[in-house]
């Protein structure tokens, strides 16, 4: 009896001790349950306040959940169901109006389903297709019961109702009214689905025209859309009570959305306490793209939460993928911003804008203004009944600093440099002058630009900005953890080179090659001893030839490798944060004149062998990159009174170790959210001198010694290598701040790189010094003046030695004889080309490591497969090889070289293997 009753008061405490972590536990995947209404405006709903009519079974939903009262889509249905299914502005798919809309493609474009799938996630779409392209299937869906067109309700309708169910042709039978037999889909899916995770896309006839009698109307019915509403609303009820029978409901997230704004023909009349909502569906007005919205999980989302905060229908997309364990897609420019915390309701960032997009037209919405593509600026404090015009001369200093910020948000989204409507103007159709086929792509921005910068009069200045250890983490890369507005900016006013690979994955060989337009063996640069006019005493570098044909050509910061500068290659002095300018002796290039110019910044924290990572007290300035960004601006607004074009080369040092930023970038980032390594070991098969001991970094005095370095100081790292991402991003902004502010942006071609990849404990490995994909793939952003396509992504091969031949191409110069690389102008001009099949890198390895040699590891990238092989630079013999498929194994963690069938294509690759270099 004793023993009994210890047992139950153990079996208590227990209980009791995990209490806590039962509450705080994170909730379990949900089923999703995505219900959109068609033609369903605020001034229709009960609980948004609506006089017409009353909609219980939604009204609950709010009850029991979160009802938002500032939710935004484009005021289409077309257009609003490409944001909400691919997360991306119309400006990027190309779905600018009802016609465009069903020419997106799935090569290009990525929905929910598709993304959800490899969480485990079964999904069906049931209802109006709409004007989406092909079949719900091409875009993932698992189940479809679906109808082309709008407002299809009975047989009796001029268009007669047919429907396609998981590709078999029905037509509705007389008396079948289209809503139920929707709901029997619904029911049906359910129930055939209820024991794994589910995402249902229930897409809704109601309430669009045409306004037919439903089965529930009166013979007298006065009110037939008032009918629709009802029913519709029951058919919410419904739904809700099917998943409570079967189990359901307690684990599934319901979101009720509409598509746009009310019809017109009922606008007038959907009123909220007597009054009319401003516009209607279609318009470019409030009423035609606030909609209702509301989002219901038992047991998680805050019940009976009313938000004011902003949502912007392409944040569906990855809120639902976060929710659901997914992942997001990369190398994809996602405009969407994830609210889960919200759903959750936890702590967030809430958005400071909505982008609104129909045909030529659109808007920038933030919670009091909105400001047009006219630049017209309304005050919204009035909406959804009013919006005031605000006098574009107001000397109101709070409209004054609305225009600013929506205004930047507008330069920085830049929709007249994406996809351009060619459509009749009013969101509804192609131009019947010229009809879109499904084979051809959107008009691009190139119909309406000015000539671009290479085709006018004058030679362009140059920004050249180079960024040590960056790999390509960046928002425009589509990496949606890290914060990097400004590198953002940048890309959406030119181009993005998806595959860019240095030619050397350590600093100093990396920007020779780049700054002399040769590889490796030609410079002789293959570590950070030596100064490439040992071997090219004569070469003509990069601002050197500028500087040869009326440039003004000046470095600050860290461009060279530190302590190998070349005076020869700039108008003056290379200037450094620390107070010191160097110069070099024309005689010889090793020996180094130094002066000083100021008390500069402090480095020592930089320079020496601290801890590797640091959240700094400073402010930006007073660190090595503010200072140089600080430096920068002076340096534009005087180059601008010089009367000659200028090569501005400014270098920024972080994100290289140690990693040192203000607080505030840290501040940026959620320790908890930041992931750890997928892999810590080398590739299967791989040799073991493929990597390394992670030196560089156990050289700071914090690190553990062992290796792979634990997970917990893994993430300290990572949040550190962000945060100076974050940190070196601001001064990049402050850059094209002054560019804007002098003047100069119309005449000024930007390019930024990274001088090689960087691994954060993939594979174990930190840093570079290797050969794999994330240590010779990094950013290469470059922005002509009035280019004719920006924002695009190039997925064409380029490597660094071709930054020389393009800059020169691009500003009119001849390009020297001799360089290794090609011009990309052509990529600029027309991103889907190509200009050559491989990039190659290269690595050394001593004797030591490689138990022969030395050896030199050449590396060839093509479009599907990296060969990397290691020979003796004494006699050329073959130590060992790699093999990576880059498509289906793109962390590279199998070496596929010795597999059975790989002969061939070893030695097609092996074909474009340079001759060894020889010691």
Known sequence: MRKTSMQHILIGLLAVLALPALLHAEPKKPNIVFILADDLGIGNVGCYGADRVKTPNIDALARGGVRHTHAYTAPLCGPSRALIMTGRYAFRTGATNQDATGQMKPANEKMIPKLLKPAGYVSSMIGKWGQLPLEPSDWGFDDSFRFKGSGVYWSTQEKPGRYVVNGVAKALKEKEYMPDLMHQHVVDFLRSNREKPFFLY???????????????SAADSKDLFADN????????????????RQKLREKTLIVFFGDNGTGKAQAKTSTIGGRALSGEKGSMLEGGARVPMIVNWPGVTPAGTVSTGLVDSTDFLPTLVELAGGKLPSGTVLDGKSFAWQIRGEKGAPRESVFIELARMWYVREAGWKLNEKGELFDMANAPFEEKLV???????????????????????????GILDRGDGTGRHANKQKKITANESPMPADALQPEPVWKTAGKPNVLFIVVDDLRPDLGCYGNTLIKTPNLDRLAARGTIFKRAYCQQAVCSPSRTSVMTGRRPDATRVWDLVTHFRTALPDTVTLPQHFKANGYHAAALGKVYHRGYEDGRSWSEPHWYPNGQTVDTDPADSTRRIVRKYGPGVDTKAESGKGP???VSGRKDDELPDGFTASEAVSRLHSLKSRGEPFFLAVGFQKPHLPFIAPKKYWDLYDPQIIPVPVTATLPKGAPAFAGHSNGELHS???????????????????????ACISYTDAQVGRLLDALEKEGLSENTIIVLWGDHGWQLGDHGLWHKHTNFELATRAPLLVSVPKQQRVGRKCEALVEFVDIYPTLADLCGLPAPQGLDGVSLKSLIEDPQGTVKKVAISQ????????????????????????????LNQKDGSTVATELYDEQNDPAETVNLADRPGQKALIEELSKYLPPVARK
């Open 391 to 417: 006098a574009a001369g107001s000397r109101d200093e709070s409209a004054q600093a609305a225009r600013k910020r929506l205004q930047s948000t507008l330069n920085r989204l830049n929709p007249a440099g």
């Open 229 to 244: 509403l009802a029913y519709m609303d029951k058919l919410v009820g419904k739904l809700v009570a099917e998943l409570e």
């Open 202 to 216: 229930y897409s809704m006839s109601h309430v669009h025209a045409e306004i037919l009698r439903t089965p529930d």
């Open 700 to 722: 700071y005095a914090n690190v553990p010694k062992e290796d792979p370095i634990p997970a917990d100081f893994a993430k300290q790292l990572r949040h550190g290598y962000y």
């Open 843 to 870: 690595y050394p390895r001593g004797p030591k490591k490689a138990g022969a040699g030395p050896v030199m590891g050449y590396s060839i990238r093509n479009e599907q497969w990296r060969l990397t092989v290691w």
């Open 612 to 614: 590797a990572f640091e």
